[in-house]
């Protein structure tokens, strides 16, 4: 599958090595990155039609989206 936008080490270039060391040794930063993935690709996937959804279902999973970006981002610059 081609880039999907929005992933977190394209989005945080300089964090991407605090982001894989977090990942490695807090369990609570590495499901919410999961998280933050499965619901990113979710939305990247329904934008580029191949799984498309309706515009309020897009809307509140592109919420979600940046409500775990905001948690991830205050993890990693604590």
Request: proline share 4%; net charge negative.
């Amino acid at each position: 599958m081609s880039h999907t936008p929005h992933q977190l080490a394209a989005d945080f270039p300089e964090l991407a090595g605090r982001i894989h060391d977090l990942k490695q040794s807090d369990a609570h930063f590495a499901r919410l990155v999961a998280e933050y993935d499965a619901v990113n690709e979710t939305v990247h996937k329904a934008e580029t039609d191949l799984s498309p959804m309706d515009d309020l279902e897009l809307e509140a999973r592109r919420k979600e989206r940046v409500r775990l970006k905001d948690e991830i981002y205050a993890l990693l610059t604590r």
